[in-house]
């Protein structure tokens, strides 16, 4: 989650919303992201999004099936349905999202019968940094 939680500050650093993913495979992180929608001009480059991507390249695969991804916020429905598309092993999480979130809240993506794979999910890991992060950055935008 250190490693999510580096990419989410880096991602706020540069004006974007702090959330942070990391892929791991047998303890090795293969691929980090933080949120990056405004620099690449693309709603979808979300970090997890960033992150399974580029683990799918490094790994030469699009099934991650033995891949655990850490992110710093409650992935959106979007980034729930790339997890599963992916075959994420496991999802460890830190803030809960009551707003945009889909696996605890919303749609509860991986709990509707249409979702061919579940990642076993851990929520609450760095959830008091991760929540830490993006308040300051929202405070600093009503400024």
């Known amino acids: 989650m250190r490693a999510a939680l580096n990419a989410a500050r880096d991602a706020g650093a540069a004006g974007e919303v702090p959330v942070g993913a990391a892929v791991v495979l047998d303890g090795r992180i293969v691929a980090v992201a933080g949120n990056a929608p405004r620099a690449l001009r693309d709603p979808t480059a979300h ?9 799918a390249r490094v790994l030469g695969k699009d099934r991650l ?8 916020l409650e992935p959106c429905a979007m980034c729930a349905g790339a ?4 075959r994420i092993a496991r999802l460890y999480y830190g803030t809960n999202d009551p707003k945009g979130g889909a696996v605890e809240h919303g ?5 509707q019968p249409t979702c061919h794979h579940r990642p076993e999910v851990f929520p609450g890991i760095g959830a008091q ?8 950055f929202f405070a600093q935008r009503r400024r």
Do not use: K, N, S, Y
């Not at 997890?83 to 992916?86: D, N, R, S, V, Y």
């Not at 749609?107 to 709990?111: D, G, K, L, M, S």
């Open 65 to 72: 099936t033995d891949c655990d991804l850490w992110v710093t």
């Open 47 to 55: 970090a997890e999004m960033l992150a399974i991507r580029e683990a």
């Open 107 to 111: 749609p509860r993506f991986f709990a």
């Open 129 to 136: 940094q991760g929540a830490a992060l993006l308040r300051d």
């Open 83 to 86: 997890i599963a598309h992916a």
